[in-house]
């Protein structure tokens, strides 16, 4: 049986958008530079969710959690 390792990264929505506007959109730029980044070093995106943490008050910002995987030689 092959074995395998995990990274999980978390790109979250400015906050400063999320205050002055109510809400932003999470930065598509550095998820491309995260999945490229680890896709470089050999790892596959395994799974991907977005959820909405709350923020402070009376805001809510969105996070996609990314997981990574590659076998372990």
Known sequence: MKKREFKIEIVREG???TMILGASKLPVKKMEEVMNRYGAEGWEMNFMVLEQHRMLLFW???AAVI??????A
């Open 15 to 17: 906050a400063l958008g």
């Open 60 to 62: 809510a910002r969105e």
């Open 67 to 72: 997981t990574f995987s590659r076998e372990i």
